[in-house]
Structure formats: structure tokens, C-alpha cells
């Protein structure tokens, strides 16, 4: 018997962590933030980032060969590519993918943590 209030609906008792809905606003966002990092990144400054300054100023940026050694994409670039823009464009590109895949990772495990806490 019903007396003019609505009995919750089981989604709406499930909590749910979602941004948005919309898959075409997160796919709309993929597509512009990778044509940022791949079309943009050439025209990056080539002034030293914050961390190059402080090593230029205390003296131990020579040591930046050995760090190279075990870096996949030594000063943002990458290997074997012939042309500049294209080796920077893909190490931006590549950088955006890798952190939108750590970003995806850390907050599938955040809403699956969220979503057993609610189960118990």
C-alpha cells in the first residue's frame, strides 16, 4: 500500500562514484587533452623546468647523463625518431596516455574499495 511516497529503486540505494554519465564527454576530453600533449608539446619552452634550474645553480646537472641512462625518454623525446616536433609530440602523447592509465587504475581500486565497504 502506497501512500503517495515512492519506495527507493535499488540504484539508488547503491551509492554510485562516477563523474559524469556521459561517456561521449570523457571520450570528447580524451581526444582534446591528447591532441594538446601531441600538438602542442613541440612548443613546449626550452627554458630548464624547475628541477634542471636548481641542479644548473647548485652545480650537479652533469650528473644527468647517468639518470638518462635508465630513462625511457631522456629529456622528453623519443629515440629513433628523426624530426623534433614528432619525438617531443610523441613523448607527450605517450606521457598523457601513461597518466590517464595510472589516474584509471587508482580510481578503479578508490570505487572498488567504496563499493565493498558498502556491500558490508
Known amino acids: 500500500m502506497s501512500c503517495g511516497t515512492r ?3 535499488l540504484k539508488a540505494d547503491r551509492r554510485e562514484y562516477g563523474l559524469t554519465g556521459s561517456r561521449r564527454k570523457w571520450t570528447v576530453l580524451a581526444v582534446l587533452t591528447l591532441a594538446a600533449a601531441g600538438l602542442l608539446s613541440p612548443w613546449a619552452s626550452d627554458s630548464p623546468d624547475g628541477l634542471e634550474r636548481v ?3 647548485l652545480g650537479f646537472v652533469e650528473r644527468e647523463a647517468s639518470i638518462h641512462a ?6 622528453y623525446e623519443v629515440a629513433g625518431v628523426p624530426w623534433e616536433a614528432v619525438r617531443v609530440g610523441l613523448a607527450g602523447l605517450i606521457g598523457a596516455i601513461v597518466m590517464a592509465a595510472v589516474l584509471w587504475t587508482a580510481l578503479r581500486a ?3 574499495k567504496a563499493r565493498s565497504a558498502d556491500t558490508e
Open 70 to 75: 635508465l630513462s625511457p625518454m631522456p629529456d
Open 110 to 112: 578508490l570505487a572498488g
Open 55 to 57: 641542479a644548473e645553480d
Open 7 to 9: 519506495q527507493p529503486t
